[in-house]
């Protein structure tokens, strides 16, 4: 396990480069601490459990960097509001990370890929059911209850949330999210 991750997963230590907020750091510690609860209810074992964690822990390192920053790091094709996402990825894989599992759980948390495993597809969860995130009030929470067993049903409740309330912005969709829908409700 590289050490980047093997910190993160166990301490919640973020890479010196990181850059987000106090409070942005404390909702990844809170995404990172409930992956983690889940990896030990389904009894995966400890090096998973901190791989989890780990994604947590990370997925939103960048959130608060400047755009411009962010965009030089991942390329284009990335809408400005989750650019951090890819951008997170790359500079983790530049570290020397070469867990694809992970570094795709982060690339995609904000708009799915068909493609994720269970590590992404929770990952997707935890960021959006994490107590301290804002909005939902009970529902969050009721949805949280039906974990881990119940993630595919909550999935697909949580990526529908989040795919209409693009929709009713008049946002455009990136086709992973279109093909990650399409594959969550043919299943």
Aim: hydrophobic content about 40%; aromatic content about 4%.
């Amino acid at each position: 396990m590289h050490a980047v991750i093997e910190r993160a997963g166990v301490a919640a230590e973020l890479p010196a480069w990181a850059q987000c907020t106090s409070r942005r750091r404390e909702h990844g510690v809170r995404v990172g601490d409930l992956l983690s609860t889940w990896a030990a209810d389904l009894d995966l074992p400890e090096r998973e459990r901190i791989r989890w964690r780990a994604a947590g822990v990370l997925h939103d390192a960048l959130k608060d960097a400047p755009l411009a920053d962010l965009q030089d790091i991942a390329g284009d094709g990335w809408p400005d509001p989750v650019v951090h996402a890819p951008a997170c990825a790359d500079r983790l894989a530049a570290d020397g990370v070469e867990d694809r599992s992970l570094l795709e759980a982060i690339r995609y948390h904000p708009v799915g890929h068909p493609d994720l495993d269970a590590l992404g597809e929770y990952l997707i969860l935890a960021d959006y059911l994490e107590p301290g995130r804002g909005g939902g009030g009970g529902n969050r929470a009721r949805l949280r209850e039906l974990l881990p067993d119940g993630s595919s049903e909550v999935l697909t409740v949580v990526v529908r949330r989040r795919l209409r309330r693009l929709l009713d912005k008049n946002r455009p969709l990136m086709g992973c999210s279109v093909d990650f829908w399409n594959r969550l409700v043919r299943q």
